[in-house]
């Protein structure tokens, strides 16, 4: 067991023991975990395998890190909070998601760790500790499919099932260095799924490189495919929300995106925005996040407040003041903004950063502390735009400076196998990593 501080954070000799920085696309040399001696702040419950396939197909030989969310037949769901998980009965029934992976070949590795009730983007849990990030080990993981990320990281699951609200997806693998996809709204089925928001609630999932997370994709998604998009589009301003060191490093992505022109790639062209709007919408998409999150937890986090972190904490004592005229409110700003950015879009990609900065240090990363609560308020401006337009996004590890950047593909409504699939080709040009 790896050892941990008194807030429940891995020390810093521990997370440069999780694993050395590796280059982008390489595979982690560390072999699953024996049962019984897997890292805690990376899995609640871990097997050999914790499930075992239930059919073969295209996913046989797969491994599957499964958020502490999602329902597993005889296992109990934990969502990150060790009250909920003391109240919790086995479940009679496997999430949807979860058991269309078993049935195309996979197995379950384990359940792994979430942010309470995945409202947080950091994966700082001060129950159980920071999962280490093996591509920067003094640096925080992302949340709230923080565990799964690791997992996927360190080598010890091919595939992190986990969920996108506001950018749980994104964010851990911008931070880490991996590819990750937040699927159109209503594409892939949450039931068995705890929700947190169900206007923006996605089931995603986290790989090492982009043909195993469009395998992935191939058993989750519907068919027929969407629309396939017609052309790609940058924000310079949209850009600019993020630290001078992640939008250069978008920015030389790009550049190598129009240079090579490689063949199939969407035709690449600057737009105009106005990204002073992004904090007002922000604040709606919040409010709204914040209503329907207090409907489905509020009474019973009305009797526990003690068990919430400070952090989380606090999000739900702001969303338990929301009143109807805030949520109409946050409803018309919604409403506008999607027109707006559907209007700017049509049938085309956005590129943007994944996160708005690399991950911050452990050593910032205070639950609730002014590091992370300014870094969560700038990204949310970035992820907001796939959120509340229902939009699918990609985030494909690019190269910069200190540590790992998520460039994020936000394409049109339904063309989420088509994103992968530009994923894939992006990859093999390596038109993002250079």
């Known amino acids: 067991?790896?050892?941990?501080?008194?807030?429940?954070?891995?020390?810093?000799?521990?997370?440069?023991?999780?694993?050395?920085?590796?280059?982008?696309?390489?595979?982690?040399?560390?072999a699953a975990p024996r049962p019984g001696t897997h890292d805690p702040t990376v899995w609640r419950e871990f097997g050999d395998p914790l499930v075992a396939a239930t059919g073969h197909g295209p996913l046989s030989g797969f491994s599957v890190a499964v958020k502490?969310?999602?329902?597993?037949?005889?296992?109990?769901?934990?969502?990150?909070?060790?009250?909920?998980?003391?109240?919790?009965?086995?479940?009679?029934?496997?999430?949807?998601?979860v058991a269309a992976l078993l049935a195309a070949g996979a197995d379950v590795a384990g359940i792994a760790r979430t942010d309470e009730f995945a409202y947080s983007l950091a994966g700082t849990n001060g129950h159980y500790g920071t999962?280490?990030?093996?591509?920067?080990?003094?640096?925080?993981?992302?949340?709230?499919?923080?565990?799964?990320?690791?997992?996927?990281?360190?080598?010890?699951?091919?595939?992190?099932?986990?969920?996108?609200?506001?950018?749980?997806?994104?964010?851990?693998?911008?931070?880490?260095?991996?590819?990750?996809?937040?699927?159109s709204h209503g594409a892939v089925s949450t039931a068995g799924l705890l929700p947190l928001a169900p206007s923006f609630d996605t089931v995603g999932w986290i790989a090492r490189d982009a043909s195993t997370l469009r395998a992935a994709g191939r058993v989750l998604l519907p068919r027929p495919e969407g629309p396939m998009p017609s052309g790609a589009v940058l924000a310079q301003d949209i850009v600019d929300v993020a630290s001078t060191e992640v939008a250069a490093s978008v920015r030389r992505a790009v550049a190598g995106w129009r240079r090579d022109r490689v063949a199939d790639l969407p035709r690449l062209?600057?737009?105009?925005?106005?990204?002073?709007?992004?904090?007002?919408?922000?604040?709606?998409?919040?409010?709204?996040?914040?209503?329907?999150?207090?409907?489905?937890?509020?009474?019973?986090?009305?009797?526990?407040?003690?068990?919430?972190?400070?952090?989380v904490r606090a999000r739900f004592e702001t969303a338990s003041a929301y009143t109807s005229a805030d949520l109409a409110a946050a409803e018309r700003v919604l409403r506008e903004a999607r027109d707006r950015?559907?209007?700017?879009?049509?049938?085309?990609?956005?590129?943007?950063?994944?996160?708005?900065?690399?991950?911050?240090?452990?050593?910032?990363?205070?639950?609730?502390?002014?590091?992370?609560?300014?870094?969560?308020?700038?990204?949310?401006?970035?992820?907001?735009?796939?959120?509340?337009?229902?939009?699918?996004?990609?985030?494909?590890?690019?190269?910069?400076?200190?540590?790992?950047?998520?460039?994020?593909?936000?394409?049109?409504?339904?063309?989420?196998?088509?994103?992968?699939?530009?994923?894939v080709r992006v990859a093999a040009a390596g038109v993002a990593s250079r």
């Open 1 to 30: 067991m790896q050892a941990v501080n008194r807030r429940g954070f891995l020390t810093l000799a521990a997370a440069a023991g999780a694993g050395a920085v590796l280059p982008l696309g390489a595979r982690p040399a560390s």
């Open 68 to 97: 502490d969310l999602f329902a597993v037949e005889g296992h109990r769901v934990g969502a990150g909070n060790p009250a909920w998980l003391a109240e919790s009965r086995p479940q009679a029934v496997t999430a949807a998601a």
């Open 131 to 183: 999962p280490p990030n093996p591509a920067a080990p003094d640096r925080i993981s992302g949340g709230s499919t923080s565990g799964p990320a690791s997992a996927v990281a360190l080598g010890q699951a091919d595939i992190g099932l986990g969920t996108d609200t506001g950018g749980s997806i994104r964010i851990p693998s911008s931070y880490q260095g991996l590819y990750g996809i937040r699927p």
């Open 269 to 311: 062209r600057t737009v105009r925005f106005d990204a002073s709007v992004l904090p007002g919408w922000v604040r709606a998409f919040q409010t709204k996040q914040g209503v329907e999150a207090w409907r489905r937890w509020g009474p019973w986090v009305s009797r526990h407040w003690d068990s919430l972190n400070p952090d």
């Open 341 to 423: 950015v559907d209007d700017l879009l049509g049938d085309r990609i956005l590129l943007l950063p994944s996160a708005s900065s690399v991950a911050p240090t452990r050593e910032e990363a205070s639950i609730g502390g002014p590091a992370i609560e300014e870094t969560r308020a700038q990204t949310f401006q970035l992820t907001c735009l796939a959120g509340l337009t229902g939009r699918c996004a990609v985030s494909i590890p690019i190269r910069s400076r200190t540590a790992p950047v998520g460039l994020c593909l936000v394409g049109p409504r339904g063309s989420d196998r088509h994103l992968l699939d530009l994923a």
